[in-house]
């Protein structure tokens, strides 16, 4: 009963603290989701967290000039309304900058000049004069407005097309699908060989494997480049795929040599007894019951090369058709900076397609992860 008990707190504490994880990285996600479809005003005046409720402002409008007057009976008249259109609810107004909040939707306000000033709720004012007014400014009003929650898709409509965040996207899709899939081709018949195949040196291929595992790949950088230049290949897209492909192969590797030597040798040696080809065995055996380890490296490498800058500073040019999203996103950075709405459009999109390619492919991940780990030797 104790070991049960035991099991069970700590079964409790397990899933709290994957709770918690979990609760930490959606937040911020979620906040720069709702960010995104803000305007500048609201996310300089109040948290993402107030988004579905109404925000107060303090805004300063003039009302049309005296030379808009129209006459009313003995009266001239000034009508109009402040914060036109954009649907807010004033909540109390005034008409000096001392006492900006003095009076009430509906109240009547007496200038010193002796005209009468009202402001409705909804943003309608009216101002009565004694005799006609002169002067080519109009009356100021101090209005604190209630605005209702509100959304625009104009931020990304501005990042996609303005800020060309839609072309370094293509430019994204352009290295990031190559660099997944060209790896993952090579690192399979790598796996398949160091797992099923007799040659000599096996032992030291896969231990030069592992050893390649912690090589910093920024030690690569000068001599790679250097060779890429040399052979003609310079700064461009061929490059990027090859140098991409050269730092993940010893990962995809490990991985898929250590999941493949897990699989059951009899059904490899029966087909070898039927006569089987290696290249047979590993296309209609070992690839279909490999797609787990497959599907799990396929999403490392996604992700990393998705969210790269380094690399592709180093072995792409700056041009529009080769700048990437983190790139744009830098750039924005410095051009930008103040323009949160913007950067957080940026930012979302940058992450969208990642977040789609997890969720889609995390079963994967989690069981070619841990039958690597188990069935590894």
Not at 14 to 36: D, E, K, M, R
Not at 54 to 76: Q, T, Y
Not at 118 to 131: C, F, H, K, L
Not at 301 to 326: R, S
Request: aromatic share 10%.
């Amino acid at each position: 009963m104790d070991m049960a008990g035991g099991k069970s707190r700590l079964t409790w504490a397990v899933n709290l603290s994957a709770a918690l994880l979990v609760l930490l990285w959606i937040i911020p996600t979620v906040g720069l989701l709702i960010s995104s479809f803000r305007d500048r005003d609201a996310i300089s005046t109040s948290g993402w967290w107030t988004a579905l409720s109404a925000s107060e402002k303090n805004v300063i409008e003039r009302a049309l000039a005296p030379g808009e007057a129209k006459p009313e009976g003995d009266l001239w008249v000034i009508e109009g309304q402040v914060l036109a259109g954009q649907g807010v609810s004033v909540t109390a107004f005034g008409i000096t900058s001392k006492e900006p909040e003095a009076f009430s939707p509906g109240d009547t306000a007496t200038h010193a000049r002796g005209h009468t000033i009202t402001v409705q709720a909804d943003g309608r004012y009216r101002i009565e004069y004694a005799e006609e007014p002169s002067g080519s400014r109009g009356q100021r009003l101090f209005v604190r407005a209630e605005t209702p929650p509100g959304f625009t898709l104009d931020n990304y409509r501005e990042v996609l097309f303005a800020e060309g965040m839609g072309r370094s996207l293509l430019n994204t899709l352009t290295v990031t699908i190559p660099a997944t899939i060209i790896p993952v081709l090579v690192a399979a018949f790598a796996a398949y060989a160091l797992a099923w195949m007799e040659m000599p040196g096996r032992a030291l291929l896969v231990a030069a494997v592992v050893g390649l595992l912690v090589v910093p790949l920024q030690v690569a950088f000068i001599p790679l480049l250097k060779l890429h230049i040399g052979v003609g290949l310079g700064k461009g897209y061929l490059g990027i795929w090859l140098a991409h492909t050269g730092f993940g192969l010893p990962l995809a590797v490990f991985l898929l040599r250590n999941y493949m030597v897990g699989l059951p040798g009899e059904i490899i040696e029966s087909a070898r007894v039927d006569g089987a080809t290696d290249f047979q065995i590993f296309r209609r055996i070992i690839l279909p019951l490999s797609f787990p380890a497959l599907a799990s490296f396929a999403i490392f490498q996604f992700l990393w090369v998705w969210n790269d800058l380094l690399v592709a500073k180093v072995f792409l040019g700056t041009g529009e058709d080769q700048v990437v999203m983190t790139g744009r996103i830098v750039d924005l950075l410095g051009s930008r900076g103040g323009d949160w709405e913007i950067l957080a459009a940026s930012a979302f999109v940058s992450i969208a397609v990642p977040i789609f390619v997890f969720f889609s492919l995390q079963r994967y991940l989690v069981r070619g992860l841990l039958a690597g780990s188990v069935k590894g030797g």
